[in-house]
């Protein structure tokens, strides 16, 4: 029998369970090599928005939730904090289901003695908070993004290319999106401070990346739509960001910066 890679924490978000812009192959992997003691689910684990407008919901979706109900029933601590994509389950905050708790918020102290505040971050994108119809066609643009990705990606499957990222690399290139990156960072810092915060570790905008940011140490899981990616701590308190192949029985690479990932696969 394989070795489980065991970890003191995993994080994940922004799966979007629900929607066939869901790398589940790989995520299912993942769950199934790894062992943890503290599993947080950072949000938009379930897209309902896009299951109201379409139902989608195949097979391997169900095997995800079970996976994780069964890590809850055998020990792992595992902690749910909704998102905006999923926010109705917000109204079962302080809840536990299945051995899995429902927070808006959660504390957790690394092996290190670092006090980590894990939020899911749409609270502080202004766009989803005040402004429904242009974070609607948003999502309609971003979800038109990940199709022609799709459809490009099974051409370069053929070629035996690596996968690309579309929506991603558009998001790279866009100043406006990329300055709101920027805002919304200083938005978390400043209320990591005020929750004396150490690390934030949030999700939502499907960036993967640990950096510092002054004295906070500013942490994102990324996503399982464009970027396959999970933030692990390791036995010693060591955080490190583990990127997975879309296409391949992959173990982890190490996440790559945008601009270098399209010099490589282009």
């Known amino acids: 029998m394989e070795e489980k890679q065991q970890y003191r924490t995993v994080w994940i978000s922004d799966i979007h369970l ?10 299912l992997r993942f769950l199934t090599s ?3 003691e503290h599993l947080f689910l950072v949000g938009d684990i379930i897209d309902l928005w896009a299951m109201k407008r379409k139902w989608y919901w195949p097979q391997t979706h169900n095997d995800v939730i079970r996976k994780i109900l069964k890590r809850a029933g055998k020990g792992t601590h595992v902690t749910y904090i909704p998102g905006n994509h999923d926010e109705n389950f917000r109204g079962y905050l302080g809840l536990s289901f299945g051995g899995v708790e429902i927070k808006r918020e959660a504390l957790h102290l690394t092996a290190d003695g670092k006090r980590v505040l894990m939020i899911h971050g749409d609270e502080f994108d ?3 908070t005040n402004h429904h119809i242009i974070t609607w066609f948003g999502d309609w643009c971003y979800d038109i993004l990940l199709a022609l990705g799709r459809t490009y990606n099974w051409f370069r499957r053929k070629f035996g290319w690596r996968h690309f ?6 998001k790279r290139k866009v100043k406006y999106i990329v300055d709101f990156v920027s805002n919304y960072q200083q938005s978390l810092l400043h209320y990591a401070r005020t929750r004396k915060a150490e690390i934030i570790v949030t999700g939502h905008i499907h960036r993967p990346e640990i950096k510092p940011m002054e004295e906070i140490l ?3 899981c990324g996503d399982w739509v464009e970027n396959c990616t999970a933030l692990v701590e390791h036995k010693d308190g060591r955080l490190e960001i583990l990127q997975f192949e879309h296409d391949e029985p992959s173990t982890t690479v190490p996440v790559t910066p945008e601009e270098e990932i399209v010099e490589t696969m282009a």
């Open 18 to 27: 629900g929607t066939k812009a869901c790398q589940v192959e790989p995520l």
């Open 34 to 36: 790894m062992r943890c």
């Open 126 to 128: 202004t766009v989803v």
């Open 165 to 170: 990222s579309l929506a991603a690399y558009v």
């Open 218 to 220: 500013y942490a994102n």
